[in-house]
């Protein structure tokens, strides 16, 4: 039994080693940006529109009603990372159901690239929204004694956003591993039906918790209380 | 008993341990959780977006704690760094 799919290797030389966490990540790469460029190139603002075309308007304007929601501003500015986010880890838990695929979101090494993505966008963003002095005022907020914690919960924040997204998405594989080799037949479908629903609130808690950091980062002003539930919660 | 025996019965005791009281906080902390979003749910059924909204990010930091657990114990079964060293020793050998 695998632990996750680093351990499955298609082609190694050296130090370059092919394993199903790339090669599925990119095999998802390829589907999202050739799926969205066959659906977006027949796009119309007549009445009459594809059903394809339907569908990406209702992800995206759902994406960026949330990311509204939780309080950031303009959606639009963050419409490209959060949705991509969102995107890519729905569509790699989606997947499951395709036979002899591996969710590349089982991988430490993905979630932790995602969640960097993360580690780094918020001081990006804070900094082109605040400035410097604004952003770096953010670490002493309540008080100077809260710099140390501060900084350990961005830090630890990002390694429970990666941790958090391996151990559910693992832990959904590794289950239905196990009821394969103790119920074979029903059990097993049960549990993947399960993980799909796991899988889409993981990919929503993922972006969502994203788009909360960010806001908590670009505040400019606390005038305009927004929902950010658990800002500075290490876990 | 020579260290390999120990070393495996100290991992497959901890893990089975490590899971089964780490599941065990985070699952009365759900339980509370859930209840007292229905409770606010019932009270101001106009507010369901928010709080459902707050109520699945909540669940998912209160879950992962139970997720550590799992990956540690996940860690202890498969991938024992005391287990490959014991191994490694009795290969030098």
Known sequence: MRLSADAWVFWQQGFAKLNATIAFTWVLMAVLVFGAWLITRRFTSEHRRSRWQNLVEIVVTGILQQIEQVGLREPRKYLGFLGTLFLFVAAANLFTIVPGYEPPTGSLSTTLALALCTFVAVPFYGLRDRG??????????????????NIISEISRTLAMAVRLFGNMMSGAMIVAILLTITPFIFPIVMTALGLLTGMVQAYIFSILGAVYLAAATHSDTAQPAPTPGRDSAS | MDSMTIIAVASIAIAGLTTGFGCMGPAFAEGRAVATALSSLAQQPDASAT?????????AMIESTAIYCFVISMILIFANPFWNHAIANLAGK
């Open chain 1, 132 to 149: 410097l002095r604004g952003y770096l005022k953010s670490y002493i907020e309540p008080t100077v004694l809260m710099l140390p914690f």
């Open chain 2, 51 to 59: 709080i459902t909204r707050t109520l699945f990010v909540g669940l």
